[in-house]
């Protein structure tokens, strides 16, 4: 069974820039969660994908946005990017977008902004 | 407002020793309960979840964790602590209802000495 796996796995951009972080789900999961994760805190929920549509979404700004594709993988978009955006970001799949399911984690993109 | 405090940032321990990590939550009702492991520059694994039932869960690693309603707590233990299990310790809540949303306690960090 093949893991949730993320890339790329270290990115450094400059404000202003774009970037798109890419998230392939694992085996049998049809929903995806994106998560930021600044130094020495806990993750934030950023948004939710369930069968290519947004599902739930956290409190950050409309320049984060994403996709998700009909074989379930998602993209995570951040524009206009700034300092504070600097985080490891994280994806999570799970069976389905029912709180019951556990959510499994791949081991991130690491985004610094200089 | 749903939220999830873990009280001690820094914990040390000899190997051999038990542990205990505090969490507290603050939910209008019983929550979904996780405990996740993150190892430097890894994603986070799932330890155990609680959905309703037996209060003592079990999980991987030789870890438990213990519900506790009338304290809004959800400690995570281990008898005897492994070199291995130096890393850092995030517990969660998800939601009742509506989308897989987790939110997540700052963590605890967990050194443990030979």
């Known amino acids: 069974e093949t893991g949730v796996t993320q890339s790329p796995t270290h990115l450094i951009k400059t404000r202003g820039q774009q970037v798109t972080l890419r998230c392939s789900s694992q085996s049998g999961h049809n929903t995806v969660s994106w998560y930021q994760q600044a130094l020495g805190q806990g993750p934030q929920f950023i948004f939710q994908?369930?069968?290519?549509?947004?599902?739930g979404r956290g409190n950050f700004p409309p320049r984060f946005s994403g996709l998700q594709f009909p074989n379930y993988s998602s993209e995570l978009n951040v524009n206009a990017l700034e300092l504070d955006d600097s985080a490891l970001y994280l994806c999570?799949?799970?069976?389905?977008?029912?709180?019951?399911?556990?959510?499994?984690f791949g081991d991130g993109t690491r985004l610094s902004i200089l | 407002a749903q939220s999830v405090t873990q009280p001690d940032i820094h914990i040390t321990v000899s190997e051999g020793a038990s542990l205990e990590l505090r969490c507290n939550y603050s939910?209008?009702?019983?929550?979904?309960l996780f405990w996740y492991v993150q190892s430097p520059g890894q994603g986070l694994q799932l330890l155990l979840k609680y959905f309703s039932g037996d209060t003592l869960v079990q999980g991987i690693k030789g870890f438990e964790a213990e519900f506790k309603r009338s304290q809004s707590s959800f400690n995570l233990r281990k008898p005897s602590v492994h070199w291995s299990d130096a890393a850092e310790y995030f517990c969660a809540v998800g939601r009742l209802d509506g989308y897989n949303k987790l939110i997540f306690g700052a963590g605890t960090r967990l050194a443990v000495h030979p």
């Open positions: 999570a799949s799970s069976r389905d977008g029912g709180s019951n399911q556990p959510q499994h």
């Open positions: 939910y209008g009702a019983t929550p979904y």
């Open positions: 994908y369930y069968r290519e549509e947004e599902n």
